[in-house]
């Protein structure tokens, strides 16, 4: 038994009265076959996750995913009190992490929220103060 797990052996002894090398081999078969549900190549998500971690960045996909239609930059502008480079550099961003698509029409240029966007959004909500 390695010293990575002792404390396993200690929690399985606790829970069931024993433990034996099987016990322990079979409960870390279990956990590692639970490690397939992380998709192989998380960086997509985790891209996602820390754009939203900006106070900036987050007050915008919340804008754009309360006003359900696409939003020219200068109706955002407005209503995030940050400078417009500030503004421009988040919406980068967000494009860059799949969480707003935009549009070029002349010299506008128009952004909404994806499906992702709304989907991870939707998940914080519902899941705010919930409890275990």
Same mark, same amino acid.
């Given at each position: ?8 052996? &200690? +929690? ?5 009265? #024993?433990? *034996?090398?099987?016990? $322990?081999?079979?409960?870390? @078969?279990?956990?590692? !076959? ?27 996909? &919340? +804008? ?5 239609? #696409?939003? *020219?930059?200068?109706? $955002?502008?407005?209503?995030? @009190?940050?400078?417009? !480079? ?24 128009y952004y909404e929220a994806t499906d992702r966007a709304e989907a991870l ?11 275990r």
């Open positions: 038994m390695s010293s990575q797990t002792e404390r396993l052996e &200690r +929690l399985i002894t606790e829970e069931s009265g #024993e433990c *034996c090398d099987a016990d $322990i081999e079979g409960r870390l @078969d279990s956990l590692r !076959s639970c490690q397939s549900e992380t998709p192989p190549d998380p960086d997509a998500d985790l891209t996602a996750l820390k754009t939203l971690g900006n106070e900036t960045r987050y007050s915008i996909v &919340r +804008l754009l995913k309360a006003a359900d239609r #696409e939003l *020219c930059v200068c109706e $955002i502008n407005p209503t995030v @009190d940050v400078s417009d !480079s500030a503004i421009s550099h988040a919406l980068s961003d967000l494009h860059d992490a799949g969480l707003v698509a935009r549009r070029k029409d002349g010299t506008w240029r959004l939707t998940a914080l909500d519902e899941t705010r103060g919930a409890e």
